[in-house]
Antibody, heavy 121, light 107 residues
Framework: EVQLVESGGALVQPGGSLRLSCAAS????????MSWVRQAPGKGLEWVSG????????HYADSLKGRLTITRDNSRDTLFLQLSSLRAEDTAIYYC??????????????WGQGTMVTVSS | SYELTQPPSVSVSPGQTATINCHGD??????VYWYQQKPGQSPVLVIS???RRPSGIPERFSGSNSDNTATLTISGTQAVDEATYYC??????????FGGGTKLTVL
């Protein structure tokens, strides 16, 4: 089955860190760019970070640069997002999304179910 | 930073045509993607690269993109189409950008 399954979301205190994972299956993971997209409660979609299939650099939303690191392990078909210096406004559902091409910036034709990150003391 | 502007809400009667616009500076120079999101669910791609319908998306969904406006059109709108729709484009060389979303109500 073609799917993305996120994990790692949790309740974390302000200033804390978290590592999210996204396990891919049913397609050749290394051939596709991947991104993280988040959605705060009751709000719209916000692109967070993207990474191409093979090679190339990583890309981040300007508002979040310096606090995120996106990586992928093509041998394990898994995407990661390291979040640091978390703030209350980072509270959101974090979705893993598959690009429709090897590029990181094409549209997203497959989404995971999301993992909830709550930043609160 | 680049911005995509959508109307917050659109209403349509069953069987009629729904039109949702997305505005951005020189948007016609970029590919636009459209997503449908129902409450409690993940987004679903309904239009790719301005006009392409992914496999499994009904023919009543269509898209266009020219100048500063991209449009999602749903012909013969059905109750099942009630959802929030987001446009998305790429701010050349920098970021992926989403519109604020349009809640489609089928009255």
């Amino acid at each position: 089955e073609v799917q993305l399954v996120e994990s790692g979301g949790a309740l974390v205190q302000p200033g804390g860190s978290l590592r999210l994972s996204c396990a891919a299956s049913g397609f050749t993971f290394r051939n596709y760019g991947m991104s993280w997209v988040r959605q705060a409660p009751g709000k719209g979609l916000e692109w967070v970070s993207g990474i191409p299939g093979i090679g190339g650099g990583t890309h981040y939303a300007d508002s979040l640069k310096g606090r995120l690191t996106i990586t992928r392990d093509n041998s394990r078909d898994t995407l990661f997002l390291q979040l640091s210096s978390l703030r209350a406004e980072d509270t959101a559902i974090y979705y893993c999304a598959k690009s429709s091409s090897t590029s990181w910036n094409a549209g997203f034709d497959l989404w995971g179910q999301g993992t909830m990150v709550t930043v609160s003391s | 930073s680049y911005e995509l502007t959508q109307p917050p809400s659109v209403s349509v009667s069953p069987g009629q045509t729904a039109t949702i616009n997305c505005h951005g500076d020189k948007l016609g120079d970029e590919y636009v993607y459209w997503y449908q999101q129902k409450p409690g669910q993940s987004p679903v791609l309904v239009i790719s690269e301005d006009v392409r319908r992914p496999s499994g998306i009904p023919e009543r969904f269509s898209g266009s993109n020219s100048d500063n406006t991209a449009t999602l059109t749903i012909s013969g709108t059905q109750a099942v189409d009630e959802a929030t729709y987001y446009c998305q484009a790429w701010d050349t060389g920098t970021e992926i950008v989403f519109g604020g979303g349009t809640k489609l109500t089928v009255l």
